[in-house]
């Protein structure tokens, strides 16, 4: 069986692979102060809740934004279940054809996303990520990445309006039930819903025409599920996207 790992800022998700079905997703907080002998407790766990041993795992893949994250994450399967992890970065062959003015700055997340979406879905095509940053990933008819957008989180954007202004509280991210707020907690979640979604139409309306073609559009990330309803736009969601991708990235290495 096949242990994913993707590590994000806010973020840890694993998944278990038995052949190509994916057996099981799960979360993790990503704790810089968490040491390998605590995420190897964690991973236990999490294996164990969804009626695996860790005996079970045979291999993993790693994908993390987090480097000392990575580290230690490395070492607590190392420990747990006595392999070494791949780790997505530099040398490792994914097939994709990045364009980009330098490969090496782009994220291993958004390599994995690509590489499962240009394999699952019509090309060219639009990758929506909505975690603590909110990225769009462009792929051209060809399967080349071109490039993208990044852009402040939802929850990110909550934050710097709750903790730099005196009189905005920090708010549950739901859609109110109108655009024009009628209170101070309705409006602030208007701006997080509504204008998140009308950013979202408005970037990929401009890519499109870039692009001179319409484009596949796929959402991934814990986040996109609140918002791509709202979204004039067609937009698929994956939440198994990134996982996806790691686990096509491992079969191309192996």
């Known amino acids: 069986m096949l242990l994913t790992i993707d590590i994000g800022n806010t973020n840890i998700t694993l998944g278990a692979y038995n052949d190509n079905i994916l057996s099981f997703t799960a979360r993790l907080a990503t704790d810089l102060n968490k040491t390998g002998d605590e995420y190897a407790v964690a991973i236990k766990d999490v294996l164990s809740l969804n009626g695996l041993d860790f005996t079970n795992i045979e291999d993993c893949i790693i994908s993390s934004v987090v480097p000392s994250v990575a580290n230690t994450v490395n070492n607590a399967v190392s420990k747990l279940c006595h392999i070494v992890p791949l780790n997505l970065g530099p040398g490792v062959k994914t097939g994709l054809n990045i364009k980009i003015d330098d490969p090496a700055q782009l994220g291993a997340d958004l390599v994995a996303a690509a590489v499962s979406a240009v394999s699952e879905y019509t090309l060219p095509c639009i990758i929506i ?31 710097a309006l709750s903790e730099n202004t005196s009189q905005l509280p920090a708010v549950h991210i739901e859609a109110p039930d109108s655009v024009i707020g009628s209170n101070t907690a309705d409006c602030m979640r208007s701006g997080l819903i509504y204008g998140t979604a009308s950013m979202l139409d408005g970037l990929i309306e401009r890519i499109e025409t870039e692009l001179g073609t319409n484009a596949t559009v796929i959402a991934t990330g814990g986040l996109s599920k609140l918002i791509i309803p709202h979204c004039k736009k067609s937009i698929i969601y994956n939440e198994n996207l990134l996982l996806d991708g790691l686990r096509e990235i491992y079969e191309k290495n192996n």
């Open 129 to 159: 990520d909505m975690g603590t940053a909110s990225t769009i990933s462009v792929i051209n008819q060809k399967g080349e990445f071109l490039g993208g957008v990044i852009a402040a989180g939802v929850r990110l954007t909550l934050k």
